[in-house]
């Protein structure tokens, strides 16, 4: 749960686990650090945050909750480009955390195409 919605953190210790606040990604395919920076972007968005809107359980404090199988229906957008996404994407979650969702939106919307469709 947060006051702005889901947003990915990477394991970089070897057996480190998630709770039951935390939730699992997994990638089908073997891809770089920057290509799952790049895919965990979207949900930074703005478009994302729009979305995220229609599936949110709100809770006491404008806390958030996001049940996995709501945020599986939506409809991710491919980023553009996945070279310096992690570089980018720990930018634009620093900058959330420092309470600048502006900010950290316009970083994340950089890595995404306008409107037209979804790939």
């Known amino acids: 749960m947060s006051g702005w919605g889901p947003w990915v953190v990477f394991r970089e210790m070897p057996r ?14 073997t891809v770089d650090v920057n290509e799952r920076a790049a ?6 968005t703005s478009e994302a945050a729009r979305l995220l809107q229609v599936v949110a359980r709100r809770y006491a404090e404008g806390l958030l909750k996001f049940e996995p ?12 480009k996945s070279e310096g996404a992690y570089a980018s994407y720990k930018l ?3 900058l959330l955390l420092q309470g600048n969702k502006g900010a950290s939106q316009r ?3 950089r890595w995404f195409t306008p409107s037209r469709g979804y790939g």
């Open 39 to 44: 895919w965990a972007m979207w949900l930074l």
């Open 69 to 80: 199988s709501d945020i599986a229906k939506l409809p991710i957008r491919r980023p553009t």
């Open 92 to 94: 634009a979650v620093r």
């Open 16 to 29: 480190l686990a998630a709770t039951n606040t935390l939730y699992v990604i997994r990638f089908i395919e």
């Open 107 to 109: 970083e994340a919307d």
